[in-house]
């Protein structure tokens, strides 16, 4: 079973490998940005594979979800076709082999795949594995790690987040429209409306149900906040983006994204007012464990409302260019 | 044998990246360019995660009767990069966007003799 599983590893980098390879050489745009969501879908199953579940699942939602939706949407406004390039190619080509030759020189240093004593198993690792059950008291150790140790970095990131929002939103702005008659969506595609709203209230339940499930399996603000905001780009690409605005509408989602960053940096103000430092979750109740798991669900609440509405507002910024430019 | 399933991952990572920086400096056209960025990061995840598994180890979420673990450090730090890189990812293409509005194109061949259009 071991080698079979290993032979399944082997076979699925091999043609994530091939994906790559095929993505150089295509200059219709379209198929590249389809292939690349399979790349995607490949590397999560890979992800899956390597142990990371929750890894696969940001992956799949993220890399087969909104980053296709994203180039799909540019693509619409930049045509499909690549162009000849009136550059050589053998210049990139001699830096690529070069550098790819001494890279692979390089993994000869490196330690085995898989094997237990791995310096990178060493150092901090065990410690999160045979303590975090007990001191942060969650059996996802990613979880703990993401949150409890690793929170600083983890409010680090949500700004990251939260500021690419800021750049797209003044590269771009969403324009709300002014012509009413203006069609959008897909509105004589019946079995789309039926399909989707079906599926809506269906994928924004699983949502719910990622974020506040986060501590005990795979899944998290991360991943909930991007599969809530997918339910709502099918909403808005089916039944067009102004029916999208009167439910979310773009200036509430700004409001969103700062109220979940915001979130998540008050618990750490909290616990330095109760006399801990910055995100030290122990302080926020008589008892660390539950102190601990406060914390984490209100800071993986922030982590998701930010998500959510950055993604959200991202995507309403690139649809209402595109319909502008559809326009002129 | 071993010594290939011992590398085997690591070669496929330098295969992604450099596939990854290729398209990025020989492609024509900037949204392809962007495909290949994304590909070349994917190839760090990978690389991250490989060295995180352990053989015989199991997903890093307690359960009964399971005494290995795979690392759950590299998960954490991939996981919050592949949301961060798609916010960033978004950024490069709405800089596409302005581009073809300010020049009428993105195909970087066409750039040329367009400096002061805007």
New interface residues.
Partial sequence: M?EFI?LVL?AM??M??LT??R??FLKD?FA??ML?GI??FL?AL??LN??????AF??AS??AG??TV??LV??A???RK??????S?LL??F???V??AA??YG??D?P?????D?P??QH??PR??EES?KEVGL????T???ASY?GF??LG?TV??FS??I??LS??GVRRKKKKDLESGLETHRVLHVVAKNIIPLVILFALYVQFHGD???G?G?QAG?IAAAAFILYALVLGLPKAFAVVGPRFLQWMAAAGVLLYASVGLYSMYKGGQFLDYNQLAADPIAGQHYGIIIIELGVGIT?FA??LN?FY??GS?AERSNVQ | MSFI???????????????????V????????K???L??FQ?SV??LY???????????????EGVT?????????L???A??????????G??????I?RAYGT?????FDNKDDVI
């Fill in positions: 071991a290993d082997l980098l091999a994530l490998a790559a390879l993505i150089i745009l590249v940005v690349f790349y995607s590397s890979i992800f390597l142990d990371a579940v929750d890894v940001t992956e993220v890399g909104i980053s994203l180039m540019t693509l406004m930049t045509g690549e162009k000849q390039s009136t550059h190619s990139p080509l830096v690529v082999l550098t790819g890279l692979i993994t000869l490196m085995p795949f898989g094997h237990p791995n990178v198993h901090v690792a999160y594995i059950p059996p996802n150790m990613v703990s790690v993401l690793r970095d983890t990131e990251v987040v690419a929002v750049g797209v590269l771009l005990f399996g795979p998290g991360f991007v998500v950055v993604m991202i910024a690139f260019q | 399933l011992d590398y085997y991952n690591y070669w496929i990572v330098v295969f992604l990246m450099m596939a990854g920086f290729y398209i400096i020989s492609a024509n056209n900037l949204v392809k962007i495909v290949g994304n590909i994917t995840f990978m995660i490989s060295m995180g598994k352990v053989t015989g180890g199991t997903a890093p979420i307690v359960a290995q673990y795979s690392n759950p450090l590299p998960h954490v991939i996981l919050t592949i949301v961060v890189g798609v916010a960033t990812t978004a950024v293409l709405a800089l596409v966007v302005r073809k993105v195909e970087e061949n066409e």
